[in-house]
């Protein structure tokens, strides 16, 4: 499979670079990597637009000082960026993200992720959040949806964390198989992972939901999702602005899902709903 690679170089970096990858990823970019003078992005060719990258508004506002090049790389290409820039991050004083390269963490959770073009390293704001919800709450004995699963990090931690039931569902391809390896390499023995999106719940049921991927896919999933959980089920939301925090919870009031807390780092924020 051949990505193109999008550079994109941005003054002021913040918070134009936040809205660029929230925007790119409703166009098909699965990947970010962030760096000093902007970001590194990436989608698979077979699903670019460029219509739909110039009809980013950001792009040619006169606030911000955006340019863009790009290039078509081959998918295995990826992990050699990656391991050149990924660090492992720490949440919480408790759980570790990190590489299988990099020295074995003394902390409660120990995550092991490769994530090839796969999203969610606990990086971005929102996977870090939502760590973070996972933490603070009760995961012991749960049957749980990680939704939208990327490289399936937030699936692991809940295992990590006694959930007894597990399935972590992306509609691409590479996240995927993606996820599948990483559970594997955490020793995870209760993840299922499936190819596919919202459609895939009819008929299932879940004590616990996790959901990072953006507003608008949000909104139109919410009713699924609520649908999905049993009685006193918790859904963790994120993916989203504090500006749309609002939006979020209508939807979510509508469906009988009780706004409970949030979260927020950067203007991202990740939500707890109580239905």
Known sequence: MIYLEFQFSIAPLQPASDIIIAELSEIGFESFVENESGLTAYISESKFDEGELNAIHILSSDEFAIEWTSKSVAQQNWNEEWEKSFNPIVVD??????????????VDYDIIIEPKMSFGTGHHETTHMMLSHILDNDFKNKKVLDMGCGTGVLAILAEMRGATHLEAIDMDNWCYLNAIENADRNNCKKIEVFEGNSNLLLGKKYDIILANINRNILLE?????????NSKGLLFLSGFYSSDLDMISEKCKAFNLRFEKNYEKNNWVAAKYVF
């Not at 004083?93 to 003394?106: G, I, T």
């Not at 999933?221 to 959980?229: K, M, Q, R, V, W």
């Open 93 to 106: 004083e408790r759980c570790m993200v990190r590489a299988p390269f990099h020295q074995k963490s003394y």
């Open 221 to 229: 999933d919410i009713p699924i999702y609520a649908s999905s959980l």
